[in-house]
């Protein structure tokens, strides 16, 4: 297995895919930080998928490629809300989130965006903070009758040339 990717945009035969690296990743990498019934609740949400067709093809998502598979993607809500990240357990720590968050910023900056937000889970935090992102609060949220601990996130972008 190939160790090299490629970041591009989402193309309609990903979307099955994405929904499995969302699952795998919750369950494979998430779960330490969260209850078995919480991680049920959450991979639920894939499994929804006219609701998860559509909101991937409704928002800019940006997707990494290793050796002609998706291995994660990032979901941007414009103009400036990152709503899902997510890395296939096989791909953690290689670079790939870093990549696609670059793209992402990228795209906000192209577009005239000054700031980036994200509500980050307890897994995703310090990787969000080591690229930036301030901690503005935590928060708990609910979602499929279960409750979440995550972090409302900031970073302010520079602009070119600054």
């Given at each position: 297995?190939?160790t ?18 969302f ?15 919480q ?12 609701t998860?067709e559509?909101?991937m093809?409704?928002?800019?998502v940006w ?6 598979r ?29 990549a ?6 990228a795209?906000?900056?192209?577009n ?23 901690t503005?609060a935590p ?15 900031q ?8």
């Open positions: 297995m190939s090299d990717f490629i970041v591009r945009g989402l193309i309609q035969s990903d979307i099955n895919e994405l929904a499995e690296i699952q795998r990743s919750i369950r494979e990498v998430a779960s330490r930080d969260y209850r078995p019934a991680v049920e609740a959450w991979t639920r949400f894939a499994e929804e998928t006219s998860w559509q909101r093809q409704s928002r800019e997707v990494a490629e290793c050796d002609g998706p291995i994660g993607f990032i979901q941007l809500d414009p103009p400036d809300h990152i709503d899902l990240t997510y890395v296939h357990p096989d791909f953690q720590r290689r670079g790939v989130a870093t696609l968050l670059a793209k992402t910023e795209w906000a900056r192209k005239g965006g000054a700031i980036l937000r994200v509500e980050a889970s307890i897994t995703s935090r310090p990787f969000f903070a080591a690229c930036g992102f301030e503005i928060q708990i949220v609910t979602a499929r009758g279960e409750d979440f601990l995550n972090y409302r996130m970073k302010r972008l520079r602009m070119a040339g600054n």
